[in-house]
Nanobody
Framework: QVQLVESGGGLAQTGGSLSLSCVTS????????MGWYRQAPGKERELVAS???????NYADSVKGRFTISRDNAKETLFLQMNNLKPEDTAVYYC??????????WGQGTQVTVSS
């Protein structure tokens, strides 16, 4: 059974930083590209950062240069370091495989709120 447990969100001021973690179980973490998705109120869920099993990273233009994704295969954990936060980063953040499976399982997500 796939479980994804995101944590580390909270309230930050513009320009601040937060570090997110996603502990996974039930998937063979080390063989899948993984990513961080976010969903803001009234908007579609979007992929903001991803990392292949070989370590190659990709970022949405909106977060490039501010967010850093990393992974620890031994601990089956995905990380997202978010710096220079902006109010438009406010969203619920989720981790999952990239690309998504046809019927993806989602965790509860972690809320990030950036005040102006």
């Amino acid at each position: 059974q796939v479980q994804l447990v995101e944590s580390g969100g909270g309230l930050a001021q513009t320009g601040g930083s937060l570090s997110l973690s996603c502990v996974t179980s039930g998937i063979v973490f080390r063989i899948f590209p993984m990513g961080w998705y976010r969903q803001a109120p009234g908007k579609e869920r979007e992929l903001v950062a991803s990392q292949t099993t070989g370590g190659t990273t990709n970022y949405a233009d909106s977060v490039k240069g501010r967010f850093t994704i990393s992974r620890d295969n031994a601990k089956e954990t995905l990380f997202l370091q978010m710096n220079n936060l902006k109010p438009e980063d406010t969203a619920v953040y989720y981790c999952n495989r990239v690309p998504l499976t046809r019927t993806p399982t989602w965790g509860q997500g972690t809320q990030v709120t950036v005040s102006s």
